[in-house]
């Protein structure tokens, strides 16, 4: 995603030039001149909307312990011209190829953006993240719902934008993400819920498992009418409740995968859930053959080892190598449960807990 690679080109410490120039006082101003870019088809307009150099070097500076790495790279980078010159021409290439991509997805709908009208949107706080820049740099970060109207068609349409940003009372990013003929949010996750299923069932090689329930089971997801199926038989769940550093809560559930090799179980899956954030996030696993487990993110990763029902180990930040120490007790977990968390897998990952 754009701004997550903004993000962690900037943790890298190479900068923006100060040709970037984005802070907004407020969200509306932002929503407002991320709809004028789309109106008047401008990525440059698009890009101009992410943090300048000057923000993101006093982000660190102010906040960041003097005698951290980060710290201490940033003094070093600050003069770095041929860095500004590298970071501001991969930050303009990013944002103006997430810009063209998205209008490429707009071209079904047949949209004439110079006629649209801003109706409304609304804002919903997303994960923090961990490490430097997400818990203490940019806390606050949105996903927004954008409502306009085409004035030709008179037809609504919702588009969302991930990882809003808002820093020091000003407002800055989001990256375009997904549209449809929807005039509420609700309709528009309605939309994106089915077309997610669609796609997941289209690389499975299921066509329809809407007409019958037949296709689907607690213990294996399957084609019927396919020998050779590439859906997963899971053969176990385990659910794990603990904390890093002893303080923050986490919660883990793993699921086992039966495949072709001699252990019969050949591959993992997870879903994870840091502190107060609401959603369960997807989780890349692996086993090395010494039982050391790796379980990572976008955010980061933990390496773990399992002795007697509980996991112990690390997490590390993608970002500035932030480090907690992590300690995760098996856990009894209700039905219910098992299948909220098999419908994430299903659905593709991040999606907040039900009461």
């Known amino acids: 995603m754009l701004t997550r690679k903004i993000i962690c080109l900037f943790v890298s410490l190479f900068l923006f030039s100060g040709c970037l120039n984005a802070q ?8 407002e001149n991320l709809v004028y870019a789309l109106q008047n088809k401008d990525s440059h307009t698009y890009a101009d909307l992410f943090p300048s150099i000057d923000s993101m070097s006093s ?21 770095n011209y041929f860095a500004r010159l590298d970071f501001d021409s991969s930050v303009y290439a990013e944002a103006d190829k997430g810009f063209k991509d998205f209008l490429k997805k707009t071209k079904p709908f047949d949209i004439r953006w110079s006629e649209t009208v801003l109706m409304k949107y609304e804002l919903e706080t997303i994960r923090r993240g961990r490490g430097l820049v997400s818990e203490k740099i940019v806390p606050n970060r949105f996903l927004g719902y954008v409502m306009i109207k085409d004035m030709h068609s008179r037809r609504v349409f919702t588009f969302t934008i991930y990882d809003i940003m808002q820093v020091n009372g000003f407002w800055y990013g989001g990256e375009l993400v997904n549209i449809f003929e929807a005039s509420s949010k609700d309709e528009f996750e309605t939309k994106l819920a089915k077309a997610k299923k669609k796609e997941m069932l289209a690389l499975a090689g299921i066509v329809d498992s809407s007409s019958t329930d037949s296709t689907k089971k607690l213990g294996v997801l399957y084609d019927p009418d396919t020998k ?10 385990k659910y794990y409740k603990g904390k890093f550093d002893g303080e923050i809560p986490v919660i ?5 995968i039966k495949g072709g090799c001699p252990e019969s179980v050949c591959s993992w899956e997870a879903l994870f859930k840091f502190g107060d954030e609401d959603e369960y996030i997807k989780m890349e696993v692996t086993r090395s053959e010494d039982g050391k487990w790796q379980f990572s993110e976008d955010e980061g990763g933990m390496e773990l080892v399992l002795k007697d029902k509980v996991f112990t180990g690390t997490y590390a930040s993608n970002g500035d190598q932030t480090e907690y120490d992590v300690k995760l007790t098996e856990a009894p977990i209700s039905d219910k449960k098992v299948l909220m968390f098999d419908e994430i897998f299903e659905m593709g990952g991040l999606k907040k807990e039900e009461d």
């Open 252 to 256: 883990l559930y793993v699921r086992y």
């Open 59 to 79: 982000w660190v500076l102010q906040r960041a312990d003097k005698n951290s790495e980060a710290y201490q790279k940033m003094i070093l980078l600050k003069e």
């Open 228 to 237: 050779n199926s590439t859906l997963k038989e899971v053969v176990d769940r």
């Open 24 to 31: 907004v006082p407020n969200e509306a101003a932002l929503i």
